[in-house]
């Protein structure tokens, strides 16, 4: 009994942490999709309506397949430029020089990410490096327009999340004893095979782990796209931005942002099986 | 009730000393962040004003919606707005003969708005328009006078769009000869099609900074929308980025302020409100590092530079004042087909 009790008492601050910061505002926001606006009066009901209108204005809907595009594009872009470059500091790399090269590669986590998103927009603009960079090796006679679009923002992503997906992978591979490729060479693989059927099925866990994690920030991010995007196109988050700003419509915004969390769910099962927060 | 409870909490939490004697809270737009401003009222009144940035009049009634009375003393709020925050009894009523609304340019007084039954609950601070905003290096100045030559294939992907579809819908309807007060179910039609021809040649749909950015960085070369709000900022080191009001006219905005019902510094937040419209405070406000834009009150004319009124345009008033609608002030109902056809644009 006694043991019980202590037992509670540990868990007791981790669950009222859970229970007020997590169950209490997701079920005031599940309460708050089902409730209507009268007006500027909020209605509490058990009404579908505002989920509805995920069917009937196309605009919303267009929004949710936009945020996956871009979402899924990102995740994808990030692991393939990410993994190199965890595996060059983790096996090509000096030792005693792979602190500083991780702390290189995270350098930009430095930076405030408005200003990031901000120095990108300067970067891609139409009088901006890149164009001149491109004018000037004479690849083209017109500035290319960069800036303000899905390049734009999934430039802006990568960039940050190449970052946080290097680092679960180096942590990953790190873990890995050398005697697995030294058993797979002395069996007679070469070092595609050791790659393909040794290496990259042991790392999927950290790979895993961290394009869950882009996958999740990505998707809820309001900032990236609003300023690199250019509102050429909406996604998600900024469509719930608009619904709060001048008509304050949190029942929508709460049918909406469940969605989102809708999305993450299923992209949480799709990786469970390989999602090991530990390798973090 | 319990949402409500925890939501007032942390409004609460967020504003250190809410409530304290000798200190004022306010709601307020950028504008009124600037210290140069702030500053003058807090030493001679040896207050300490608390001001809270918001942007949307939703965002601000939710916050309001989320305290408790006594909260907030002072809101700054969107013109065409103050009906919504008296019909949710949060603006208190304006002792008039304190007001030297007498001094004000006549058309930006608004009497419309800002009383409601009689009553006057807010003042106007601060209008200017939302027109176009141009790089006059860049393109012929002559063609940025009509509306349909702005957004015509000549200047193709070379144009951004301001990011808040009322004036924006506004410049529209007014290019469609509709008068902003006469936008309705009926005419969203035409004014989504001009909304449609606009969007087809805009580079971006871009917020304050980022269209400022744009214009400044040559990204484009017109801002449908923009006005002195965005370019009197760069007028010193970018003389070339000016604005015009068309021949068709354009949108007029305005910013009123008002004491906020329940306030347990009601003398205070008076005299915050009559320093903000007083001529000092007019010229402060008017030439705020956030953005620039014409004091309602006509007597700050006393006090700006001829620098900062040739930026303002201090003598075009009349003619602008004369050519400008007020921009759209819909209804819930219309407010939700408007901002539905918006996004519908943008997703196009």
Redesign the interface.
Known sequence: MTGTRAGWGFVAPALIWTLAFFV?PFA?MGAMSLAT?D??TLVWGLSLSNYAELAE???LW??VV?SLEITLTVTALSVLLAYPLAWIIAYRVPERWQRLALLLAILPFWTSYVVRS?AW??VL????VVNQALIGLGLTAEPV?L??TRLATVTGFVHFFVMLLTLTIYANLRQLSPNYRRAAMDLGANAVQTFRHVILPLTLPGIVTGAFLTFVLCIGDYITP??LG?????TVPQ?IM?Q???????PLASALALVLMALVTLAYLAGARWLRVDRL | MILRTILGGTALACIAGAGAAQELNALVWCDHTDDALIEPFEQEHGVTVNLREYEGTGAALALLDQSRPGDWDVMVIDGIDVFRAVEAGYLAELPVDELPTGDFFPEVVMEANNVVDGKTYAVTEKFGYNTISFNSDKVDPADMDDLAAVWSEKYDGRLSIYDYYLPVMGLAAIAEGIPTAEIGADNLETIGGTLSDMRARAASVAGVVAAQTALATGEVDIVVGGGEWLTAVLAEERPELTWTIPEQGAVRWAQSIGVVEGSENPDLALEFVKYIVSPEGQARLATSSCFWGMPANARAGEILTDEQKAVLRWDDQPDYLSRTQLYPAPDADLDIEMQDLWLETLQQ
Do not use: P
Request: charged fraction near 25%; avoid cysteine.
């Open positions: 209490l005031v606006l007006g500027r204005k196309a605009y267009r929004a936009v901000y927009l300067l603009s139409r009088e901006g327009t800036a303000n609003q300023i250019g509102n050429t196109e909406l469509v608009v709060l700003g001048r008509r304050a419509d949190f």
